[in-house]
């Protein structure tokens, strides 16, 4: 009875994030939902061995496992996704009212999210934990099993080449357009 309650605790404290980074890596809602869930199953199964002091390392390193060899399994890892109802759900009122700011915004969501796919997943895995999960650089170092100094070093890379990446799409779009 505690093992499940702890359980259920666990799962409402840590689904989102582990969603969130699973989704950062799959590129997938649905992949990302069952990769959410495989994490959690493999969180019952392995509670009683598992630190309070390394569970969210533990948890955030099982996700990166599993979405790791799920990419391997796909054809093609890193296919562009589309933006979906979970972020049109989130506008702030201003963009439900005002379809051209709603479009631009939905196109930059877009362009960011296909140069997020396109960095290396080292430099990707660092920055959603940063930017996206909000981990320390101390947790990601432990999560992902690098230095203090690596994760620095993967975060300025990952921000240089979004920027990079981003300003070449927004030069091919224009020069397209004109």
Known sequence: MIRELEFKVLCQRHRDEIYRYARALLANQA?????????????WNHL?????????AWLLQTTRHFCLDQLRRRSN??????VDDEFLDDRPDELAVNPSL?????????????????????????FVLYEINGLRYREIAATLGIPINS??????RARERLSNLIAQEERCTKTCND
């Open 151 to 156: 994760v620095k070093v993967y975060l300025s």
């Open 77 to 82: 890892p890193a296919a562009p996704m589309l």
């Open 31 to 43: 992949d990302a939902e069952d990769a959410t869930q495989e994490v959690l199953l493999r969180l």
């Open 102 to 126: 709603a479009a631009d915004c939905t196109f930059r969501l877009e362009q960011a999210r296909r140069a997020l796919l396109r960095l290396p997943e080292n430099l990707r895995s660092v």
């Open 48 to 56: 009683p061995r598992i630190s309070p002091f390394n569970l969210r």
